[in-house]
């Protein structure tokens, strides 16, 4: 029997993640901790997430993936030098 794909975390918003946790009968204070290991440490595993308790990593790595972020707008300045990423 093969095992079904995970989901790329980055596809949940923050309310979803809020829920996921509720749903797994997990403290769903724990969300503004993961989104922020996500989006501003940038980790590319779970166990990168220090402040996250070890319960909340394990379950996270069961069902999803860290992909990546796609990139929706790309602004390039006029000197050519700076770039602007809107990623989702």
């Known amino acids: 029997m093969k095992a079904e794909p995970r989901i790329n975390v ?3 918003s923050r309310s979803e993640l809020r ?3 509720v749903d797994c009968d ?3 204070i724990h969300a503004a ?3 922020s290991a996500l989006y501003l440490d940038l980790v590319t595993s779970f166990d990168a997430m ?3 308790p070890g319960r909340i990593r394990g379950r996270l790595s069961e069902q999803f993936c ?3 972020l796609e990139t929706a707008i ?3 300045s006029s000197d050519g030098f700076t770039r602007k990423y ?3």
């Open 50 to 52: 220090a402040d996250v």
């Open 10 to 12: 980055y596809n949940l």
């Open 19 to 21: 829920q996921w946790l």
């Open 33 to 35: 901790t993961v989104w």
């Open 86 to 88: 809107l990623l989702h």
């Open 66 to 68: 860290i992909g990546i």
């Open 26 to 28: 997990l403290n769903p």
């Open 74 to 76: 790309e602004t390039v």
